[in-house]
C-alpha cells in the first residue's frame, strides 16, 4: 500500500487528484486543507474508506508535522497554496507565507523517508512570453508578481533539497485547468455561470489577451502517469494546452454552447497580473497523457452536464 498526501485536498484540482489516487484500495490518501478557499463538498471522504480528510495549514509547523509522522507518507503531492490573480495580487503577503509551507512540506518529506514529493507550480513563472510555445528548459522564467515568485521559489527549493539530500521531486507547471468542481472566480467557471443566468459576462481590458485550457481529467491523468510510470523525475513538464484562444473568444463560445442572451461588457484592465499570452510547449506532456486531449468545446460541454456543477 502506497501512503499518499496530497496538501490543498479541499480544492478544485488537489480534490480531483485525491479521489482518483483513492480509487486504488491500493493506496491510503491523506488531503490536508486549511479550508480558506478549499469546498469539502469536493472532497466526499465517507465514499472512500481509503481517503481521510484532515483540517491543517501547512503553513503552520505544529500542524503539518503531527500529519507527517502518524502516517509517513511514500509520496507527497504539495498543491496548497493561495490561488486566483485578484487573491493573489490583493494579498500579497498571504501569498509569501505559502513559503513557510513549501519548507516545512520539504524538511518533513526528507526526514520521514518520502521517496517524491510533486509540487504545483504554475503558467505564471514565465511572466510577459519571450518565447512561443513557452517551453520548460528554455523559456526565462520572468515574473515579478508575489504569487510566481513563491512558485519559483519552490521549484529553486525543490532543487536544492534534491542536491543537498537526495529528496526526489516533480514540478507540475499548471496552465489554465477547467472543470465541474471550479471555483466561481475563475474565468471559466465565472463565464458560464452568467451565461447560465443570462448575465453581462465581463472581460478585463480588450480581451484579446490569449489562454489556453485544459481539462481537468487530462491534468489528473498527465500527472498520474508521472508518477505510476516514474516519469519526469527531478524535473519539470507543463501541464495545459497548446490551444490558444482569445477571452473574447471563449465568452464567445460559452454563449454559444449555452444559448445564452448574456452580452459582454469591458472591464478596465487589471493593474497587474493579466498576462497578454500564454501558450505552453505541451510535447512532453502529451507523452505522459499518452492520447489526444480534451477539444475545450467538449470540455464545456461535460461541464454543462456533470452534476457537479451545482457546487456553484
Request: glycine share 6%; charged share 25%.
Amino acid at each position: 500500500m502506497a501512503r499518499i498526501l496530497v496538501t490543498g485536498g479541499a480544492g478544485f484540482i488537489p480534490s480531483e487528484l485525491a479521489l482518483r489516487l483513492a480509487q486504488d484500495p491500493a493506496n491510503e490518501v491523506v488531503a490536508v486543507d486549511n479550508l480558506l478557499t478549499g469546498d469539502l463538498r469536493k472532497l466526499p471522504v465517507a465514499e472512500h474508506p481509503n481517503l481521510h480528510f484532515i483540517k491543517c495549514d501547512v503553513n503552520h509547523f505544529e500542524d503539518i508535522s503531527s500529519v507527517f509522522y502518524a502516517y509517513r507518507f511514500e509520496y507527497v503531492f504539495h498543491y496548497a497554496a493561495v490561488v486566483g490573480v485578484k487573491r493573489t495580487t490583493d494579498h500579497p503577503v498571504m501569498v509569501l507565507r505559502d513559503i513557510d509551507g513549501i519548507r516545512n512540506v520539504l524538511d518533513l518529506s526528507k526526514n520521514t523517508g518520502v521517496k517524491r514529493v510533486f509540487f504545483s507550480s504554475s503558467s505564471e513563472v514565465y511572466g510577459e512570453p519571450v518565447e512561443i510555445p513557452q517551453n520548460e528548459h528554455t523559456t526565462p522564467l520572468n515574473s515579478k508578481l508575489p504569487y510566481a515568485i513563491v512558485k519559483n521559489l519552490g521549484e529553486a527549493f525543490l532543487r536544492s533539497y534534491h542536491k543537498e539530500y537526495g529528496l526526489d521531486y516533480t514540478v507540475f507547471r499548471f496552465f489554465n485547468t477547467y472543470g465541474p468542481k471550479q471555483s466561481k472566480d475563475f474565468v471559466v467557471s465565472k463565464f458560464i455561470r452568467a451565461a447560465l443566468n443570462g448575465e453581462d459576462i465581463t472581460v478585463y481590458g480588450d480581451g484579446l489577451q490569449t489562454r489556453t485550457f485544459c481539462f481537468i481529467d487530462d491534468n489528473i491523468d498527465a500527472c498520474l502517469n508521472a508518477l505510476r510510470n516514474n516519469e519526469v523525475v527531478n524535473d519539470v513538464v507543463n501541464i495545459g494546452s497548446d490551444v490558444e484562444i482569445t477571452i473574447l473568444e471563449l465568452a464567445s463560445l460559452i454563449i454559444d454552447i449555452t444559448g445564452s442572451k448574456s452580452k459582454v461588457v469591458h472591464l478596465p484592465p487589471l493593474e497587474e497580473g493579466d498576462m497578454t499570452r500564454r501558450m505552453p510547449d505541451v510535447s512532453r506532456m502529451h507523452k505522459l497523457l499518452g492520447r489526444e486531449p480534451l477539444p475545450l468545446r467538449s470540455g464545456l460541454e461535460r461541464i454543462l452536464a456533470d452534476t457537479r456543477f451545482i457546487l456553484r
